[in-house]
């Protein structure tokens, strides 16, 4: 089982940038294929990012290639976001998710059924 901890949300201004992070607890952490979502006001939660356990694989929606990038440091137990130009519509609560892939180089895909883990989130507000 794991257990995931977000932080690093907070008040920024369109243009800047804002790294999250995710710890983990609990065994198995390196055979999970991790990801990010985004619930953005009013709406429902949303594939942003995600990763293969190996860190090897990655998936970004369009809107955050270039601008998003996903990593982890398994030793760590962490996963990260790194998040540059920053806009409005970046704003939400950040989640980040895990589920159990073993060995699979997969990444764990863009639905939030197939996660199995999830933290509390964490808040971000992009001011324009």
């Known amino acids: 089982q794991v257990q995931l901890v977000e932080s690093g949300g907070g008040l920024v201004q369109a243009g800047g940038p804002l790294r999250l992070s995710c710890a983990a607890s609990?065994?198995?952490?390196?055979?999970?294929?991790m990801g990010w979502f985004r619930q953005a006001p009013g709406q429902e939660r949303a594939f942003v990012a995600g990763?293969?356990?190996?860190?090897?694989?990655?998936d970004y929606t369009d809107s955050g290639k270039g601008r998003l990038t996903i990593s982890r440091d398994n030793a760590e137990k962490r996963l990260y976001l790194q998040m540059n130009s920053l806009k409005p519509e970046d704003t939400g609560v950040y989640y980040c998710?895990?589920?159990?892939?073993?060995?699979?180089?997969?990444?764990?895909?863009?639905?939030?059924?197939?996660?199995?883990?999830w933290g509390q989130g964490t808040r971000v507000t992009v001011s324009s």
């Open positions: 998710a895990a589920v159990f892939v073993g060995l699979s180089r997969r990444t764990g895909g863009r639905s939030e059924r197939e996660y199995t883990y």
């Open positions: 609990g065994v198995s952490f390196g055979n999970n294929a």
């Open positions: 990763m293969s356990w190996s860190g090897g694989n990655t």
